[in-house]
């Protein structure tokens, strides 16, 4: 009886409106997980909202933003004075399609930047679900489709990076990818004129993502060039004159291609996945520090995260797989389409976490495919009539139930932000803020001040720079460098060591010490190292306004709470030694909400720090201290505990911040400034001080006489 009325259910209706409400259904869960944590964030404005105004998931998308707003302000001009001083870089042309939807819509809905910066990620996002119904029904029908469907949709990772906030190329990649593969398939399996309809699509499709991930068009023409390549050499046999026809029109499109972009245009294709995947892999190579061992996205997941972030189950990831490897083996030349998305998936094993947004479609071909087939034994084994939809329940769950109970919170905390939108008040509208690098997108956004590296222009050499006045223990040098890089720049630095014989170590080691020393003692260094300069012939004079050029702009050091927290990457940027290739990490743990009791120092997370003793416990561990001190916000009050080896515990008690610390850092401009708010009048200036959340410096620095 029961399988009699299971047989007579939806399957005997229409199946085009079985379909179109499955998909609508599919859609609704795709977004009510990507939108429900709306509600936590109304339930605690205070980390998700400034002024009123939602704050976005990922400090990239202010790149984005920012771009869309000039759009929609009608301030997109050619160069980027904002970004990458005092280089400046040009603007892409066209604007990113991203920043392009965006201020449409500003332009013709009453939604402010912000909303749409949050929201709209999330309904493109979904737009996955029509590649990966279109893919599984080729390859077994609907049921794969919708199965294909949904759990795209679920796949934690992909749902995290196409979410509420995440305004960033992220929430299409997968889906452009995904329709490239189809359209070339149709293309190669078609055997009727309507396969150049499918040739024309996946043209489209190639150049919509071109607009769309603007910043990586080699990677993007790598990933369209597959499927189109497999069509050609395993499905596409025209006759003769269609062949001709064909293969002229290609071959004229090439050839332009060339002369757009130039006879180099393979080698420079082949160099630049190379490159990328020098970075993904952290290989040292050069003078400088592969910066991608340094990003969380860069890091390889273990196994546990892997699964539990694509699929949600041991069970499902088992099944996944063994769909895929079904597919493969049923139709192994067909499969070849989708080659592109599992090799991609594969690096997330291999390199680093930011490829597990390709795991998505993978492991949901894998388990629509195994799906289908056990709904295709339905007619020998009619338990499967319902073994089947309850197995897809059983896969869909633990995604579905993960994506519900975790909440993401914005990237840059409204407190921060505050600080950033104090800076548009209170600084010239042409000064610069040196910020370390992950602000410098939030910055141009909400401050409207001009950076010197962010997001995208962060390479090993810029990052090095860029943190060097943080990790110094010299002030003066400090505020020398920051005021000649923002005159010089990367090309200055780079002119230097030309002249030095393109050797870098002797090169960065003579601006420090000639910047450190000041002017009157830098010029005895330079009139030393005058004679081994080999490049054009300055003198002493002109190096000196080389080294201390006027300060033409004002610029401000910014300081922030999340440096406390990664101190360890920073400050080895910072101290990068060329020669040795190797920097020091040092050791800074910071607490919050500290308070100071005569001589005993604890917080809510379980520190307790003994002033008399010298010993720290936290989470049932001992660490025995060398010294501490005490900043009342009057005066420092300095404890030795008479042990030559140990850690040093700092407090500054009116903001309830405190940290254990070693040596390397405790002496550095960062920890002089944040924790210490040591006034270091010919350096460095206070603006605003809100520790912990932030800091702003004017910094001054040395002049010529």
């Given at each position: ?23 609508l ?18 339930a605690?404005p ?19 933003l920012?771009l ?31 920043s ?7 332009k ?24 990966l119904?279109?893919?599984?029904n080729?390859?077994s ?31 299409m ?16 399996t078609?055997?009727?004129p309507?396969?150049y ?18 910043q990586?068009?080699?990677v993007v023409?790598?990933i369209?060039a ?20 064909f ?9 332009a291609?060339?002369?757009?972009k ?12 190379a490159n ?15 910066i ?41 030349r ?5 080659s592109v998305?599992?090799i ?21 071909l894998?388990?629509?495919y ?26 869909a ?6 994506d ?9 905390s409204p ?9 548009s ?18 910055i ?12 995208s222009i ?26 000649f ?12 060591y ?6 870098r ?6 601006i ?11 010029r ?33 050091l ?26 020091v990490q ?9 308070v ?10 379980g ?9 720290l ?8 201290l ?8 009057r005066?420092?009050r ?15 008690a ?18 002089k ?10 350096y460095?200036?206070p603006?605003d001080?809100?520790?912990p ?13």
């Amino acid at each position: 009886m029961v399988l009699s009325f299971a047989q007579n259910i939806p399957w005997r209706l229409n199946r085009r409106w079985f379909v179109t409400v499955a998909l609508l259904f599919v859609v609704a869960i795709g977004l009510l997980v990507r939108l429900e944590d709306i509600g936590d964030w109304k339930a605690h404005p205070e980390r998700a909202f400034f002024q009123g105004e939602p704050l976005l998931t990922t400090a990239d998308g202010y790149f984005y933003l920012t771009l869309a707003r000039d759009l929609a302000e009608g301030g997109y001009a050619r160069i980027d004075e904002k970004r990458a001083v005092p280089d400046n870089l040009n603007r892409p042309l066209p604007p990113p399609l991203l920043s392009v939807a965006a201020a449409c819509l500003a332009k013709i809905s009453p939604f402010s930047m912000n909303w749409i910066g949050v929201m709209l990620p999330c309904f493109l996002g979904v737009l996955l679900i029509f590649p990966l119904y279109l893919l599984g029904n080729y390859y077994s029908g609907p049921v794969m489709g919708l199965t294909a469907a949904l759990m795209g949709l679920l796949s934690n990772y992909y749902v995290f990076r196409s979410g509420l906030g995440w305004f960033d190329t992220d929430c299409m990649n997968v889906t452009w990818a995904m329709c490239a593969a189809y359209f070339f398939l149709k293309f190669g399996t078609e055997i009727c004129p309507v396969r150049y309809f499918y040739f024309a699509g996946g043209m489209i499709v190639y150049g919509m993502f071109l607009w769309w991930w603007d910043q990586t068009p080699y990677v993007v023409t790598v990933i369209s060039a597959v499927p189109f390549s497999v069509a050609l050499l395993f499905f596409y046999r025209p006759s003769r004159r269609e062949g001709i026809i064909f293969t002229g029109g290609a071959a004229t499109v090439a050839a332009a291609l060339l002369l757009w972009k130039g006879v180099d245009f393979p080698l420079e294709l082949f160099e630049d996945v190379a490159n990328r995947l020098t970075y993904i892999a952290k290989v040292q190579s050069g003078d400088f520090p592969n910066i991608g061992i340094t990003i969380s996205e860069q890091v390889r997941p273990a196994m546990e995260e892997i699964v539990s972030r694509t699929t949600g189950s041991y069970p499902a990831f088992i099944i996944a797989a063994a769909g895929l490897l079904w597919l493969f083996f049923d139709k192994p030349r067909q499969g070849l389409f989708v080659s592109v998305p599992v090799i991609l998936a594969v690096l997330a094993f291999l390199y680093a976490k930011r490829f597990l947004i390709f795991m998505a479609p993978v492991s949901a071909l894998g388990i629509g495919y195994f799906v289908a087939r056990m709904w295709a034994f339905r007619i020998r084994f009619s338990a499967l009539y319902l073994l089947t939809p309850l197995l897809l329940l059983l896969l869909a769950w633990p995604a579905y139930e993960k994506d519900m109970t975790e909440t993401v919170w914005p990237k840059v905390s409204p407190d921060i932000v505050a600080g950033m939108e104090r800076i548009s008040g209170s600084t010239p509208g042409d000064s610069v803020v040196w910020a370390w690098w992950d602000h410098g997108y939030p910055i141009n956004y909400w401050a409207r001040r001009a950076t010197v590296n962010d997001g995208s222009i962060h390479n090993p050499e810029r990052t090095v720079y860029n943190a060097m006045p943080y990790s110094t223990s010299n002030p003066r040098l400090a505020a020398n460098f920051i005021r000649f890089y923002v005159a010089r720049g990367m090309g200055g630095i780079n002119s230097f060591y030309r002249s030095v014989g393109m050797d870098r170590h002797r090169g960065l080691e003579l601006i420090r010490e000639i910047l450190a020393a000041g002017p009157k003692k830098g010029r005895e260094v330079i009139e030393k190292a005058v004679s081994g300069i080999s490049g054009p012939q300055m003198t002493t004079n002109q190096w000196m306004r080389f080294f201390f050029p006027p300060n033409r702009l004002k610029t401000y050091l910014f300081i922030d709470r999340g440096m406390a927290l990664t101190s360890d990457w920073w400050f080895w940027f910072g101290s990068w030694n060329i020669e040795k290739h190797d920097g020091v990490q040092p050791i800074f743990h910071a607490w919050f909400n500290v308070v100071l009791n005569h001589n005993e120092a604890r917080n809510e997370e379980g520190l307790l720090v003994d002033l008399n003793k010298g010993e720290l416990f936290f989470k049932g561990h001992r660490y025995v201290l060398a010294k501490a001190l005490i900043n009342d916000g009057r005066k420092l009050r300095p404890i030795d505990f008479g042990r030559k080896d140990g850690l040093s515990f700092e407090i500054l008690a009116p903001a309830g911040f405190a940290a254990v610390e070693d040596v390397h850092i405790s002496e550095s401009v960062f920890n002089k400034l944040f924790l210490r708010y040591m006034r270091i009048k010919d350096y460095f200036k206070p603006i605003d001080l809100k520790t912990p959340s932030y800091q702003v410096w004017e910094v001054t620095g040395d002049r010529l006489e």
